[in-house]
T-cell receptor, first 117, second 114 residues
Framework: KAGVTQTPRYLIKTRGQQVTLSCSPI?????VSWYQQTPGQGLQFLFE???????NKGNFPGRFSGRQFSNSRSEMNVSTLELGDSALYLC????????????????FGNGTRLTVT | EDQVTQSPEALRLQEGESSSLNCSYT??????LFWYRQDPGKGPEFLFT???AGEEKEKERLKATLTKKESFLHITAPKPEDSATYLC???????????????FGAGTRLFVKA
């Protein structure tokens, strides 16, 4: 069974630009979550999508957005990039079908390393 | 506010020297506690889920245990290949239409020297 696939693996962008990251979940997984990982802050939750609907959102500015398609693939977009957006962006999928029983473990991709110069 | 705290931040062991990593949690209504392993440049890899106090799970040299306030990851006779960052996480109700997100501790960086 193929794991979570994230593309691209590395990105270098300039301040003010925008970027789109892509995530293909494990087949059969309908929940996709996005995290930002930095050495100082650790893993910070961005948002979670289930069946094309955003179910939860973390404390990030509106420059961070995402969406999920009918095949469960997901994208996240960061507009007007800032130097502080440099991080490893991780996507994770899970079965997560019932929001009242959120005890399915997350399965992560290897991330997209974004560098903003 | 739900919280996960891991200690120590870093742990250096000699090969074969057993030890434990700690994860303390504060959460309203525990729905599970997860352990992950993360190697440099890779995403976290799922290891265990624990659901109730007293539960134990084992995998090779690793054993995870759970009490009402904390979880331990015991490493028996570690090898250099066990060197990684170990992360602890819990589901947390965070608002939104579905309500839950998984929150992570800062991790313990384990170094095992041959």
């Amino acid at each position: 069974k193929a794991g979570v696939t994230q593309t691209p693996r590395y990105l270098i962008k300039t301040r003010g630009q925008q970027v789109t990251l892509s995530c293909s979940p494990i087949s059969g997984h309908r929940s996709v979550s996005w995290y930002q990982q930095t050495p100082g802050q650790g893993l910070q939750f961005l948002f979670e999508y289930f069946s094309e609907t955003q179910r939860n959102k973390g404390n990030f500015p509106g420059r961070f957005s995402g969406r999920q398609f009918s095949n469960s693939r997901s994208e996240m977009n960061v507009s007007t990039l800032e130097l502080g957006d440099s991080a490893l962006y991780l996507c994770a999928s899970s079965l997560g079908s019932d929001p009242s029983s959120y005890n399915s473990p997350l399965h992560f991709g290897n991330g997209t390393r974004l560098t903003v110069t | 506010e739900d919280q996960v705290t891991q200690s120590p931040e870093a742990l250096r062991l000699q090969e074969g020297e057993s030890s434990s990593l700690n994860c303390s949690y504060t959460v309203s209504g525990l729905r599970g506690l997860f352990w992950y392993r993360q190697d440099p440049g890779k995403g976290p890899e799922f290891l265990f889920t624990l659901y109730s106090a007293g539960e134990e799970k084992e995998k090779e040299r690793l054993k995870a245990t759970l009490t009402k306030k904390e979880s331990f990851l015991h490493i028996t006779a570690p090898k250099p290949e066990d060197s990684a960052t170990y992360l602890c996480a819990v589901p947390s109700r965070g608002g939104g239409t579905g309500g839950f997100k998984t929150i992570f501790g800062a991790g313990t960086r384990l170094f095992v020297k041959a």
